[in-house]
C-alpha cells in the first residue's frame, strides 16, 4: 500500500517562497512508469494541477505557474518537493501530492486517474 504525506509551514508570507514535501513510503518514486503531482485546491475552487516529476526525473509544470515552480526530488529518502516562489494571497490553498501513471492527467485535474492521494495540507498566504 502507497502512501503520501505532505510536509511543510502552513502560513507563508506574501513574496516569499512556498516549500513542501511529499513523503512517499510503501513504494519507490523510481518505479516505472509512475509520475508525482503536486496539485493544489483553493478555497471555493476546483483541482488545479501545479506539476508532476516522472520516475526518472522530468518535470513538467502547468504553463500558468511555470515561472514560479520548481519541482524535485530525494531519491534517497524517497521524497519530492515543491518550491512556489513569490506567493500572493491567491496561491492560498490546500496543496495534494499525488500519483498517475504514465504522465496522465497533464496540465487538467483527472482525479479518477490518480490512485494514491496525500491527505492535503493546508497553506495559507498572508502576512
Known amino acids: 500500500q502507497v502512501q503520501l504525506l505532505e510536509s511543510g509551514p502552513g502560513l507563508v508570507k506574501p513574496s516569499q517562497t512556498l516549500s513542501l514535501t511529499c513523503t512517499v513510503s510503501?513504494?519507490?518514486?523510481?518505479?516505472?512508469?509512475?509520475?508525482w503531482s503536486w496539485i493544489r485546491q483553493p478555497p471555493g475552487k476546483g483541482l488545479e494541477w501545479i506539476g508532476y516529476?516522472?520516475?526518472?526525473?522530468?518535470?513538467y509544470y502547468s504553463p500558468s505557474l511555470k515561472s514560479r515552480t520548481s519541482i524535485s526530488r530525494d531519491t534517497s529518502n524517497n521524497q519530492f518537493s515543491l518550491q512556489l516562489s513569490s506567493v500572493t494571497p491567491e496561491d492560498t490553498a490546500v496543496y495534494y501530492c499525488?500519483?498517475?501513471?504514465?504522465?496522465?492527467?497533464?496540465?487538467?485535474?483527472?482525479?479518477?486517474?490518480?490512485?494514491?492521494w496525500g491527505q492535503g495540507t493546508q497553506v495559507t498566504v498572508s502576512s
Open positions: 516529476i516522472s520516475y526518472t526525473g522530468s518535470t
Open positions: 499525488a500519483r498517475v501513471d504514465h504522465g496522465l492527467s497533464r496540465y487538467d485535474v483527472f482525479p479518477q486517474l490518480y490512485d494514491y
Open positions: 510503501g513504494g519507490s518514486i523510481e518505479t516505472s512508469y509512475y509520475f
